[in-house]
């Protein structure tokens, strides 16, 4: 990729616990460019979220902290930026739209108010026009009657209606990158669709890159350019969204592609032979052990894929961490 807007190279972070600093991402290197959605995936615990935090500046330090590598955002490396320089990347280079819009949300003053500010924050524009624009934010996200909406605080919206003015904050400031963290979960289908679309819209008027976190595989199928699957803190598969659906190389990614319906190659009108990971993810403190990580829950584990940690093979634009693709080209 030329030139990318985002590069994240080596990354660790890691959380202190117990008077340990135990790593719970470690060596994470991708790239994105401008106007390109990363799908970023995996379950609950892989890293995936506070990845996401480090590339604002918001490891919640102390227990937080990065401790190695580099995030680099045209040339500048944010590991080493200052707090005043983070904050003003925040929202006017990348923005981020959290899973939980009431804890994101300031209780005391209304939703209108909360847009117009990042909008006056960002345009330094007049307060009437940061309204107006507030009111048009809340329209694009399909909040019916924004003109009375506007005047409401977030505990009198629906879940729902907060996560798109959530969305409208994260917009209003038309960022270079837009970071969304399982942003329609609680959505209906209907609205999930518009807030994609709102997305791609974004990313039409203003060459805007996403970076989408999801379980949700079929979200990614829809949305992403390139997926990135993450496992127990660390990169196992990336690829163009394409091959990796119809082509998935590590079990793990398999796995989770088995247990979308839509697609995988199971007989839709026969969910009970949909393929179900067993176990669970590590936690970060059982990572200690060399070897493939995935061994414990792999039904493709190989006597070495304990003892030995997968190597990394790159072909085709596409990166597997499994000792089954150095065995097919040995
Ligand atoms: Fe399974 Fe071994 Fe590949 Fe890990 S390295 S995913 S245990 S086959």
Redesign the pocket.
Known sequence: MADPLLSVQNLEISFLSGGEEIPVVRDLSFELAAGQTLGIVGESGCGKSVTALSLLGLVPNPPGRITGGRIVLEGEDLVRADEDRLTAIRGNDISMVFQEPMTSLNPVYTVGEQIAETARAHFRTSRVEAWDRAIEMLRLVGIPSPEERAHAYPHQLSGGMRQRVMIAIALVCEPRILIADEPTTALDVTVQAQIFGLFRELQNKIGAAIILITHDIGVVAQMADRVMVMYAGRKIEEGPVGAFIRDPR???TSGLISCIPQLSATPEDDPEALFEIPGVVPGPRELGAPG?A??PR?H???TR?ATQP?LDRRDDGRQV????EREAVA
């Open positions: 590590h079990p793990y493939c995935f061994a792999c493709r584990a190989m894929c997968p961490a499994c000792w089954l």
